[in-house]
Nanobody
């Protein structure tokens, strides 16, 4: 069974940094694209960043995080990272990692495999 699990969420002051990790198990990691999404209670889940599979490593970012967040992958460790710098209070949310074999599913926000989420809280 293919699963993803996030880690790294924490409390941090505005301007600080965090690195989230997404571990994929039960599948060949380099066959999957991975996306990071976030959700505030009562609102819809939004895409934050995404990275394609294989050597291309194509990435995509939401406008709100461009220049502050960086997504990367380490296929040897079956892990995708989200480095978050210059955090703002509006970045406070539950962050989810999700994986799918198709890039389009990631970009549409409809990947098949979702993690349970990790909470990021940014204080002023």
């Amino acid at each position: 069974q293919v699963q993803v699990m996030e880690s790294g969420g924490d409390f941090v002051q505005a301007g600080g940094s965090l690195r989230l990790s997404c571990l994929l198990s039960g599948a060949t990691f380099d066959e999957y694209a991975v996306g990071w999404f976030r959700q505030i209670p009562g609102t819809k889940r939004d895409g934050v960043a995404a990275i394609a599979w294989g050597s291309t490593g194509q990435t995509q970012y939401a406008d709100s995080v461009k220049g502050r967040f960086t997504v990367s992958r380490d296929d040897a460790k079956n892990t995708v990272y989200l480095q978050m710098n210059g955090l703002k209070t509006e970045d406070t949310a539950m962050y989810y990692c999700a994986a799918d074999r198709t890039w389009g599913s990631i970009l549409r926000g409809t990947p098949k495999i979702w993690g349970q989420g990790t909470q990021v809280t940014v204080s002023a």
